[in-house]
């Protein structure tokens, strides 16, 4: 009995690795042939990009990891609300709001790093409480308020900007008034710590922050897994009704888990901006970081623990597809990734039937016990 | 009064592209699939009707039959946006995959496919397909010369008039009478509504699911030839969020076609109106705030949001939406 318990729980772990892996390297293999079709001499070298630039040098690295933090933290937010039934397409506007709230704690009120990142993740909370009210008090569609709140959000962060001088490059002495200062400029001690990593890889672009957003991606692991709370949630997002017939508060659920997944997503732009590298440019678009949280978690089908890895490999080949430029598009990374979203659906119908030829399997032995 | 044809003709071309994908959201929700692919799918419909269009420019029969190439260049976008959704189909009814996975990975391909193959046709950082200059309806087109001081009706007809404008109108008649006149249309809402009932008599959930995904395909990549065309600067692989809005504003409209037209009205209205604050005398200007036009463009977004709030509790969606359906599972 020990044995078929443990065998039941070893094997869907497994199974969704095999299938994948699997996913992924037909992906690659699509990669491949619109490379070929496009500049069949230089194909070869295209591929190898992907696969070994992101490892080529320990400064491409550290870029690996400076762009996987705030993926991470995106991709655990989407798939944090995934798993309470709600599809928060809302990351990008939740992001774009932890990124002003930081950039306001750290460049007007000068506060240290820390504090910054805490002002980023009450942004983001506040940007996903809003739809997660709408949905529990007025029952409006949570794609709907997130997708309207994404553009709220830009709007309104590009207006206070302006309007806060403070915050902009020019009032450091640079010349451009349409992107935030540079922190160096005016408060060192709001940028991200980087405890002699920096020396270590030779690049500026490696913090702690990948140790910070690990960190979360395991709290938040424990909280789905090991507390009432997350099995509530994850009650409501299997079945709303019977978890309210349980006596479950489903609205209250579904407020908190928004306000988390937002606060995921604002700390994300805080991360990201907060490196001393990048400074927040008023553009007129929504920022993919948030949309790009989506595929991360569903390669990791919103496992906290497999959003590691996928924000991981995701930032990867995208360093990867830098590295391919110019003799290809770099959108050719989307499109493999992509075509890997794609195949895990075909996965989810692999794993069903590599279960039922186990179930069956486990049947007859079954029967020859009895006999 | 010239501002006021202005902003209702702009409206209008605003509107259209809005109203023909969220009818074609509606035909897919109806029949039980979440798309939320139409963005995409507004991308690849784009990407080859303004493909046809510059072949068509460039051979010299484009210039010489300029209403006739449209149209076949709307058809066209069209078959694509249709081949491209029979992929949503497959993934979420055929293979019973979450529609969220299928969404998200049409939405991401497709503007990476546009800008792949952008350049590999026009040559590295050539980012954008022009648009020829002979697609607009003009007065020339029914034979008439344009006055020097166009009057009223004149300048709201013919300022911002295209081909797809009456096509989508009449698309828009037709979806009323399909959905609520026809057999077809009481099946397809019956298997958005009660699948298990449906199949119980004899109807095929998966044949009329396949359908209202492929009608969706049909229009969206309609739509985002609209939408190309109206917004008149050339295809540069994206249709910057109108995917999305097409599904705001179907929610808006209650899945219900008349209230969709309305709502894609409403919605275009104020979009139109955050970009012509300047000319709009009655409209406070906000002195000493910086950038004060990102409080007009928040207005489409802030308005929708509070009508929804007011509307919702009476919102009924089709019951089985986004549930893949399980011949198994009664």
Known sequence: ?371 | MIVVADILSATIIFAIPLLVVALGGMYSERSGTINIALEGIMIIGALFGCLFLNAADKSGWGAKNPQLAVLLAILIAGLAGLIFSILLAIASISLKADQTIGGTALNMFAPAFAIVLTWAIQGQGQTTIGIPSWIPITQSTFGMKASEDPGFFERFLFKNFYLTTPIVLLILVVTVFVIYKTRFGLRLRSCGEHPQAADSVGINVYRYRYTGVAISGLLGGIGGLAFTVAAGSGFQSTVAGYGFFALAVMIFGNWHPVRIFGAALFFALFKVIGSYTGSIPFLPSFKGVKSADYIYQMLPYIVTMIVLIFTSKKSRAPKAEGIPYDKSKR
């Open chain 1, 1 to 371: 009995m020990k044995n078929r318990l443990k065998g039941v729980l070893t094997s869907p772990g497994m199974i969704s690795f095999i299938a994948s892996v699997a996913s992924i390297a037909i992906g690659l293999i699509f990669g491949y042939v619109l490379l070929v079709c496009f500049n069949q001499a230089q194909a070869l070298n295209g591929l190898g990009k992907i696969l070994f630039a992101g490892a080529s040098s320990a400064e491409k690295f550290s870029k690996v990891l400076y762009q996987a933090a705030p993926l991470m933290l995106t991709g655990l937010s989407v798939g944090f609300a995934f798993r309470t039934g709600l599809f928060n397409i809302g990351a990008s506007g939740q992001y774009t709001m932890g990124t002003f709230f930081a950039l306001f704690a750290g460049l007007t009120l000068k506060c240290p790093w820390w504090v910054a990142l805490i002002a980023a993740m009450l942004g983001g909370a506040i940007w996903g409480a809003i739809p997660g009210l709408c949905k529990a008090l007025f029952n409006v569609n949570e794609v709907i308020t997130s997708i309207m709140f994404n553009w709220i959000g830009m709007f309104m962060v590009n207006l206070m900007m302006a309007n806060i001088p403070t915050m902009l490059a020019n009032h450091y002495g640079a010349p451009n008034a349409d992107r935030t200062a540079n922190l160096a400029a005016a408060n060192k001690s709001a940028i991200i710590p980087k405890w002699g990593l920096d020396t270590l890889f030779g690049s500026d672009y490696i913090n702690i922050s990948i140790f910070i957003t690990i960190l979360v991606a395991l709290i938040i692991y424990l909280v789905l897994n090991k507390t009432t709370f997350g099995y509530e949630l994850k009650a409501c997002g299997f079945n709303r009704n019977a978890s309210i017939y349980a006596g479950i508060n489903a609205k209250r659920n579904i407020v908190l888990s928004m306000v988390i997944a937002g606060a995921l997503s604002g700390l994300g732009g805080g991360i990201y901006y907060l490196s001393g590298t990048a400074q927040y440019t008023i553009v007129k678009s929504l920022l993919a970081m948030g949309f790009n949280g989506i595929p991360v978690a569903l390669l990791a089908t919103s496992n906290p623990i497999g959003i590691i890895f996928s924000s991981i490999f995701v930032s990867y080949i995208q360093v990867g597809g830098e590295a391919m430029q110019p003799e290809f598009a770099k959108e050719i990374i989307d499109i493999i990734i992509s075509v890997i979203i794609y195949l895990s659906a075909f996965a989810l119908l692999l794993k069903g039937v590599i279960k039922k030829i186990m179930s069956i399997r486990k049947a007859k032995q079954g029967e020859g016990v009895s006999q």
